[in-house]
């Protein structure tokens, strides 16, 4: 539910917060990065390299980056949503290399 007053970037991000975290990534800050006891994690407000300036999300599955996501607007729910699907397909994935007794890493 999104709080009175924000701007539609704000209400953006609040919504991919909530629908990361249902779709069962781990959202943080960048100060509380868990690579270790997460699969996709993603962090908040990252600092990229000089002249690129600060993504909204930087997304971590298996602790390597894969991906960055921008707050825009509704449409950020889509993301989500392909997202979570990513997410799962990319757990199966390592599920069955573990079945198969091959290290992920």
Avoid at 3 to 14: C, K, M, S
Avoid at 33 to 51: K, Y
Avoid at 75 to 101: K, R, T, Y
Wanted: glycine fraction near 6%.
């Amino acid at each position: 539910m999104s709080t009175p007053n924000l701007t539609p970037e704000q209400q953006a991000r609040e919504l991919i917060d909530e629908r990361l975290r249902a779709a069962g990534w781990h959202v943080c800050d960048r100060n509380q990065i868990d690579l270790v006891n997460h699969t996709g994690v993603a962090v908040r407000e990252v600092p990229m390299a000089d002249g690129h300036g600060i993504v909204d999300y930087l997304l971590f599955v298996d602790r390597k980056p894969v991906g960055v996501l921008e707050a825009k607007d509704v449409i950020a729910s889509q993301i989500v949503d392909e997202l979570q699907a990513a997410l799962a397909e990319i757990q199966a994935i390592s599920d069955d290399l573990v079945e198969l007794g091959v290290d992920p890493e």
